[in-house]
């Protein structure tokens, strides 16, 4: 055909021009005048695998390469480093020639080429060499012998013999190895076939993550199709190895081979429930329903409690994201066995969804609904619900500029615990709006901060200022002078704290319920900025002292007769120093007439420009008692207190991985400790070791939020035995109680393809009683994990989510 004869004339040309340049270059002279060796020409004719051609034990790796390669692997991949250029010029018709070089040619004009020796083909892309190869011309087609070796950018395929054609680029490899050096994924086929650009088939293929020799685990398929086009890969009859040992089997897979998302069966999931530790097998299915929405549906399997399902759905607009969970049991056998009489029917939804508007405005919505107050601790494993006493719902609109701010939004509860008692359930937000801005004006500074509410909650069991609900709307408008300096700066200023009241149901001494409150305040803010330089170590550094002084003012009267909406009493830290309202919410203003005096130093690196060291203390003077309580609490053990405790801060650094911090209340006079907080927090820069120490004190005398003594001492580490094997533990322990609060105790084993984690775990429930479950989790590198213990792990263990992250080398970027 004139097509055809067209084909081959041109095939035949640009082999002839490929031929004449790399044809000099080889000296096509007898055998014994090399050619430059390559990588492939030194392979014997049983030569290594795509694997063992680029591993190398770890002191053999570049420097650059070691870095990466975690401690419990002995060595690496060296990387792919092709030139991705494609090589020779294309003809006329724009298509590339093919170049060919070897130690000996012969050449049968119109009819076959036979090279011999250090054989090296390039067609555009296409890299290939072996120890001989026969170009046949009327097929347009190169059998290359072996051993053969492909590179390409990022890949390295090796085999026996192999078929390449010059004119589609189909490429057939037979007994085929490859390794996928970014993904670190090597594997073998009995045959691969590259058809075309972007489609490869394997015929019954191995693939691991392990090193070379190392078939720890390995998915096996009989037939693979990877399309990089699409972004995709499927496979018949696939089954997950473990030491060469079925454990699993998948009919027909598809999966992803890029960022694209694709449909198909996640990787199961196993381990131990949230309850009682039972046993649970999971297959979540992932649904690529459009570009802009998406679904992960999670059946699974509870002993003890029977077929449960997880839904999770993601829709994204032009405006935001939008997230929607459910969870449904249809018959909990387990819960019906546990509360007779009970419908074993329980579920759980959980919405969320952020909008962006433009010009400032943002949307938002948080919805979460449970079935009954059990339900998070039974089942909940996906839905990101992690309240145990009441589950918020809230949605609105947010505003910000540069000078001003504006929220609108409702606000509402669901309590989880049955016997809280309505006096004590949160009151409904039906609407609340918060406006706030700012206005320079010459040197003053004009401020507001103003809010509406409508408080709701169910009153009918309820008496007296409980029973109350309704309205209130507050104001606080302010006028300061702010001056600055480098040496230091002060702030005076004047403001009005207004509220007005219009309730319903309120019963309180025949008043009336409406009625406001007005509360004049002036405060006075100074500070001074002191500093020196010095040197320790041989380290130059930079030291502050900081003194404040801060004086506030506010002529408030008793205010028993408004109720509590959203009144709390602000634990006293040392931030408190600087906050002339003891109370949190908008029901209490206090009254007080008080000066702070603190100081701050700090010892600033000016090599690496880090704060290495902070030290604060501040002390309040009261001048007047306290008129102003909240259920009789005015915020210290006596209203007629001159003088708070020393409230302190301590913050070291004094290495990039290792911090110190402590926080904490002194009583001089009586010369105790009121509370403390402190931390020890250590990684290494690896983070292969872990360590925490915490210690925390509460004498539990009204100056915080609880009553009880509290006295607890909490540890923490990850701590490695080996280059593979590491321990891990927390402890918690009760002094007060004298007890152990909770503990982690367990193992982990790590290899260069898989991993291992088995946890003791002994936690309270809630009702006090010491429990204990076994956690562990499975990852194969490459493929993901199963099991429960590093999201507990994580939770309890500063730092572990970072080392998680490196746990098998720094990501490449």
């Known amino acids: 055909m004139p097509s055809r004869n067209r084909c081959l004339t041109g095939v035949r040309a640009r082999f002839t021009r490929s031929l004449l340049v790399t044809g000099l270059a080889a000296g096509l002279v007898p055998a014994g005048h090399s050619h430059a060796e390559t990588v492939a020409g030194r392979v014997q004719s049983s030569g290594p695998s795509a694997a063992e051609l680029d591993w190398r034990p770890r002191s053999e790796l570049p420097e650059e390469v070691r870095e990466r390669v975690p401690v419990f692997c002995s060595g690496g991949y060296l990387p792919s480093n092709v030139d991705a250029t494609p090589a020779g010029v294309a003809d006329k018709n724009g298509e590339m020639p093919l170049q060919a070089s070897s130690r000996d040619a012969r050449y049968q004009i119109d009819s076959e080429l036979y090279l011999q020796g250090d054989v090296e083909l390039r067609q555009g892309g296409f890299q290939a060499t072996g120890s001989e190869a026969r170009y046949n011309q009327q097929t347009g087609e190169v059998n290359l012998r072996g051993p053969m070796v492909s590179r390409g950018q990022d890949f390295l395929l090796t085999g026996e013999d192999a078929l390449y054609s010059v004119d589609s680029g189909r490429f057939d490899v037979n007994t085929a190895t490859f390794l996928f050096h970014e993904a670190e994924l090597r594997g073998t086929a009995s045959s691969l076939s590259r058809i075309g650009e972007d489609q490869v088939v394997i015929t019954n293929g191995m693939l691991t993550s392990c090193g070379p020799q190392q078939n720890d685990w390995a998915v096996v398929a009989s037939d693979i ?26 009919p027909y897979l598809t999966f992803p081979i890029d960022d694209r998302r694709k449909s198909g069966f996640l990787y199961p999931q196993f381990g131990s429930s949230n309850a009682g530790g039972g046993a649970f097998l999971a297959t979540p299915y992932y649904l690529n329903l459009a570009p802009h929405y998406d679904a992960t549906l999670t059946p699974q399997y509870i002993h003890g409690r029977g077929v449960f399902s997880e839904v999770e759905g993601r829709y994204l607009s032009e405006l935001g994201q939008s997230v929607l969970q459910l969870g449904y049991i249809n018959n909990d056998s387990a819960y019906e066995e546990e509360f007779p009489g009970e419908d074993g029917e329980r579920w759980a939804l959980d919405f969320t969804t952020r909008a962006g508007f433009g010009g400032g405005w943002n949307g938002y919505v948080d919805y979460a609904a449970v079935s009954d107050e059990d339900y998070l601790s039974d089942l909940n494993r996906t839905l990101e619900i992690n309240s145990a006493t009441h589950l918020r719902r809230r949605g609105g609109v947010r505003y910000s500029a540069s000078n001003q701010y504006f929220e609108a939004y409702l606000n509402g509860y669901q309590t989880l615990d049955e016997d809280v008692l309505d006096i004590n359930k949160p009151y409904d937000q039906l609407p609340e709006i918060i406006y706030g801005g700012s206005l320079d004006a010459g040197p003053f500074e004009a401020l507001l901060e103003s809010q509406y509410t409508w408080f709701d909650r169910d009153n009918e069991e309820l008496s007296g200022l409980e029973k109350a609900t309704g309205q209130r709307v507050r104001a606080i408008p302010e006028v300061a002078l702010p001056m600055r300096a480098l040496w230091g700066y002060s702030r005076p200023s004047v403001s009005l704290d207004y509220t007005r009241y219009e309730l319903d149901d309120y019963e309180y001494n025949q008043r009336d319920g409406s009625f406001d409150r007005t509360v004049p305040v002036f405060e006075w803010d100074n500070g001074l900025y002191f500093d020196r330089r010095g040197e320790l170590f ?37 931030d408190q120093l600087f906050q002339r309202n003891r109370f949190s919410g908008g ?30 203390i501040g002390q309040v003077h009261y001048f007047d008692d306290w008129d102003v309580t909240l259920n009789g609490n005015c915020g210290m053990a006596d209203c007629s207190d001159t003088e708070s405790p020393l409230a ?84 918690v322990y009760d002094s007060v109680d004298d007890r152990t609060a909770g503990s982690l105790a367990g193992i982990e084993y790590n290899n260069c393809c898989w991993s291992v984690q088995v946890v003791h775990q002994n936690y309270l429930t809630s009702d006090e009683e010491l429990d204990s479950r076994i956690l562990f989790r499975v990852e194969l590198k490459g493929l993901g994990g199963s099991g429960g213990a590093t999201e507990d792990l994580s939770d309890a263990i500063y730092g572990y989510d970072e080392r998680e992250r490196r746990r098998f080398g720094t990501p490449r970027q």
């Open 648 to 731: 302190g801060e301590l913050v070291l650094n004094p290495l990039e991985n290792l911090e110190i911090r402590s926080s904490g209340l002194w009583d001089h006079e009586n010369q105790e400790t009121l509370e403390g907080r402190s931390q020890l927090i250590f990684h290494s820069e690896d983070y292969r070791y872990l360590a925490t120490l915490g210690h925390t004190y509460n004498r539990g005398d009204g100056l915080v939020s609880t009553d009880d003594e509290l006295e607890q001492t909490d540890i923490g580490t990850v701590f490695p035995i080996t280059d593979r094997v590491s321990a891990i533990g927390r402890w």
């Open 538 to 574: 041989d380290v130059p550094y930079n030291q502050t002292l900081e003194p404040r002084l801060y004086y506030a003012w506010a002529d408030a009267d008793d205010q028993g007769h408004i109720p509590d909406f959203d009144a709390g009493l602000r634990s006293f830290r040392f």
């Open 225 to 250: 199709e990877l399309d990089r086009a699409e972004g995709f890969g499927s496979a018949k009859h696939v089954r997950l190895e473990v030491l060469d040992t079925p454990v699993f089997y998948w």
């Open 587 to 616: 029901d209490r203003v206090g009254d007080t007439n008080q000066l702070t005096v603190a100081l701050t130093s700090r010892f600033n690196d000016l090599l690496t420009g880090a704060e290495r060291a902070r030290v604060s």
